[in-house]
């Protein structure tokens, strides 16, 4: 029960119509989180200032909240002697009024109050004495000030119904302080999609299993959950399946029920055994099964009831370069991060020849030291490569030789 | 009771005393976890290979497991039959032994057999009839082959006993993948350290409370918790105190019970009510109070009972700064990360001047738009520029005047 690939489509366009797919099937979605579970969630929309901030016109400075006006002409030489009627430390509030002769002792931070229109500095004042006593407390004060000097005015920061995050805004600990200002402790979010996870092989062993002749563990559900989860979505392993039709089409229906999207990892080649394609064609329908690339050329596309389902090739080292270049975009898309936001990339000079076929995208593994970059070369089916590699190099189809000492950009696995 | 501040220290100083008593307070403890919850946690110890990998001789390639010397000569002129004895998927294994004459069927990734020592691609054969029964089965060759041609050599991956990861190694998707090869479910990695979140002040409300005169929402516990967490570590807020030094003594006290660094913020100054300095005095000893540095000069380490306490400054703006800079990499470096990996740095031209104090560092927030960086001037207490702020740029203590168009530096928040 051979089946041929369908057209081999360059990368640029598998990445296009993978896509244009996941825009056809889904919507994204929010969901109102409390702000403490916030961080590095993605805000689904603009967020808008609740209140004035500072609330109320408030204090820049410890010292005296007076009448400008009481300054006009004070010096060092010709200081003004104040009465004052109250003192306000951050969080206080008094009543009271200040009139022409009066101040009110004021901490940093503390709102101004009535008929103070100005702070004098405490270091420009002369209280001769502590007292406790208010009745008898005075202040002379050895400078003049303007009008609003040393106050942080209600709204000056921001004003309310004002735009202070915008959508899509990724929360870093700067950002959750913007809204923790608020008094809000709710935010509304992306939902983070459900992507389900399969491995299929007969030779496969869990990590409960011991090792036996002929089997491998699988290395692709653990590996592939980690990047979904680092796309901002929430991969769950679903389970090993055999190659067998029946029992992978069962585990395909019902898995599709459990999540948005569906990976699968192996069997997505053109042989006998390679059951995914018949059955996402049997369900649903395939929309890409080749692409001009390696490693990675038997990868699949198919929609079953609206729901996307990825098959990648089963060699890890293939599912993971697959899933970076093709899949995780589409993810993170949906998920609320800005394209912008795609994996870091640096640049650097080559330690040794790559050799790359003709017609097909490579994505090499490289090692990167300093500005350095050391491809990786391993037989198909390597896995260690992956514990040096920082990333990947891409050789364009019509390159067969990349020189030593030409400088390469590395995309780093994140 | 108002107190001195100890000598002001450099800014380079104060990371360095930190990082001393970070050193001298705390030996970097693992923990096992499961390798399904390690996304983004450190390697404590270097990782050796349990296994060979492969784990025995395998095929590269679909198609025939033969004896070399039976291809010696061969052509597609002069092509060779051989008799079928089994076939092998992955997966599955013969106890069968390959003689001269014979072969065995195999697919990619599954074990030689006995006897075998090459393959030949299914390209370079053919097969006249389709038999079930394989005691008639038999393939022609079409090419000679080399011993070991198309066969993954066990062990050439990597050998049983090799280091596959490093220590303080951050365990991305392709090297959980690399863990998940080896069928091990745990791995042993940094514990995160426990960091205690308080923040001081009587103005500050909870997000659970109506806005009231004079009072302001607490921004820097989520904030900061937000912080720790970037850091590896496990920040937990333990509320608002009052700045009532009975309270906050008790508090700190309580707080140091439950985690292992403890981060206060408030309270920091060298004024009234300023309560922090005077606690950890009594409760212990102070080594830092006062860094040349705007903004965030009132900054504190103390250490109480073996726990390092620090003191940020209450403004918002301050406090993520200070932490960012003076705390973040102690908590980093106790939490596995090596030290290049710090905080990622950009560089842009700035877009307007920015004037800075003589004698004091001077982190100055500012806008990124593209390789143009915008200072974001606003007055003390202002926390919206957060919203905006791509991190901070460095203005040495010697500087007076950074000017518009020149090339700088920017420490992104993370």
Redesign the interface.
């Given at each position: 029960m051979g089946v041929e690939f369908l057209n081999i489509i360059e990368t640029d366009e598998a990445i296009d119509i993978i896509q244009e797919k996941f825009d056809e099937c889904y919507t994204a979605e929010s969901e109102i989180i409390d702000?403490?579970e916030?961080?590095n969630r993605i805000t689904f929309k603009k967020i808008e200032?609740e209140?004035d901030?500072?609330?109320?016109n408030?204090s820049?400075k410890?010292g005296f909240a007076i009448k400008a006006e009481d300054s006009y002409g004070v010096s060092e030489e010709n200081p003004k002697k104040l009465k004052i009627i109250d003192f306000?430390?951050?969080?206080?509030?008094t009543e009271k009024t200040v009139e022409p002769g009066t101040c009110v002792e004021i901490?940093?931070?503390?709102?101004i109050p009535n008929g103070a229109d100005a702070v004098v500095m405490v270091e420009f004042s002369y209280k001769s004495h502590e007292n406790t006593d208010l009745e008898d407390d005075e202040v002379e004060i050895l400078t003049s000030v303007t009008p609003s000097q040393d106050i942080?005015q209600k709204g000056?920061?921001?004003k309310k119904g004002q735009v202070?995050?915008n959508e899509n805004i990724i929360?870093?600990?700067?950002?959750?302080?913007?809204?923790?200002?608020?008094?809000?402790?709710k935010v509304e979010v992306y939902r983070k999609p459900k992507v389900g996870i399969i491995s299929t092989?007969?030779?496969?062993?869990t990590?409960?299993?011991e090792?036996r002749?002929?089997?491998?563990?699988?290395?692709?559900?653990?590996?592939?959950?980690?990047?979904v989860?680092?796309c901002g979505a929430e991969g769950e392993?679903l389970g090993i399946v055999r190659?067998n039709y029946d029992d992978l089409k069962k585990k395909i229906t019902e898995s599709l029920k459990e999540c948005d999207i569906l990976l699968c990892s192996g069997g997505t080649s053109a042989?006998a055994?390679d059951n995914i394609r018949h059955i996402l064609d049997e369900l649903g329908e395939v929309y890409i099964h080749g692409i001009a690339v390696q490693p990675g050329k038997p990868t699949i596309l198919g929609i079953v009831d609206g729901k996307i389902v990825i098959g990648l090739p089963g060699n890890?080292v293939s599912a993971?370069v697959i899933f970076n270049v093709f899949v995780a975009p589409a993810i993170k898309k949906l998920a609320g991060y800005k394209a912008e936001e795609e994996h870091e990339t640096i640049k650097g000079k080559l330690a040794r020849r790559i050799h790359s076929p003709i017609g097909r995208m490579q994505y090499q593994l490289v090692r990167v030291e300093g500005d350095t970059v050391y491809p990786i070369f391993?037989?198909?089916?390597?896995?260690?490569?992956?514990?040096s590699?920082a990333g990947y190099t891409k050789v364009s189809k019509q390159t067969e030789i990349v020189e030593e000492g030409e400088e390469v950009e590395v995309t780093l696995?994140?």
């Open positions: 702000i403490a916030s961080a200032s209140i901030f500072p609330p109320f408030r820049l410890d306000l430390e951050a969080g206080s509030f901490s940093t931070g503390a709102p942080g000056s920061d921001v202070i995050l929360l870093n600990p700067p950002k959750i302080g913007v809204i923790a200002a608020q008094g809000i402790d092989g007969n030779e496969l062993l990590n409960q299993e090792l002749p002929g089997k491998i563990y699988d290395v692709n559900s653990e590996m592939i959950k980690a990047g989860n680092s392993c190659d042989g055994g890890p993971i391993k037989d198909s089916g390597a896995i260690f490569s992956l514990a590699a696995f994140n």
